[in-house]
């Protein structure tokens, strides 16, 4: 399988929402250690959690729906770029923006900051193939760009992205619906070791493509994370074991 190097070592970060805005991390016993940080993700315009139902666990896994609330690009900045800059590690900021035009302008922003060595560029589901692309595009120059794919079009978008000139892809969590406690059915991503064996053959599929996938799904354990980068994944993000 295809080896690619973004000069992240050890190849291994957090997935976007595992672990705040600002670098926090330390490796301990049974945690990763890191070659960079992802961000929460970042929207241009503050963003509110969302309301009702947001949790609900099935066998290998859980359901979580949030609404990726933050206050926002100016104010993520203000708090935070102080800390991005004293980190040990690199920082990638992840970007919601509702438009190629706010993607541009949020990078225009977070190029300039030091110690951001690029950014994850997060796709809603169900995203046309022409809105990635052109969501892509926005954002390519000087720094780093990663996009993140909702994983159930990933195999569809990714060499759509690489030609649009991001440096890799990598995987959104998989979507799906269960019922809350109350008995609501409530949509949201789901996290878990069961997701890992969708995540593992759509890594598979796209290092057979020579598309670079920074792999991501349902990894809880450093013997999967060796699967993953043996299966020719360029990296690999862990996303709900931060948690536990």
Known sequence: MPKYDFGINPPYLNAAGSLGFAPRYKPEPNRP????LVTNPISLAPRT????????????GFLLHTGYPNPGLS???RLHAAAWSRSPLPV??????QSPAENAQMV????????VIGVEVGLPPGVSAAEASAMAKAVVGETLVIVRLPMEQALELAPLMIDAGAAAVSLGAPRGALPAASGK??????????VFPHALQIVRSLARQNIPVIAAGGVY?????????EAGAAAVQFDSFLWT
């Open 108 to 115: 225009q922003r977070l190029e300039t900051l030091e110690n």
């Open 185 to 194: 059915i409530i949509e949201g991503r789901l996290y878990g070791p069961a």
């Open 49 to 60: 959690p969302s309301q009702g139902p947001r949790f609900a666990a099935y066998p290998g």
């Open 33 to 36: 250690t890191l070659g960079a």
């Open 92 to 97: 990638i900021v992840h970007i919601l923006g």
């Open 221 to 229: 354990s450093q013997a999967q994370a060796e699967i993953m980068l």
């Open 75 to 77: 104010a993520v900045i």
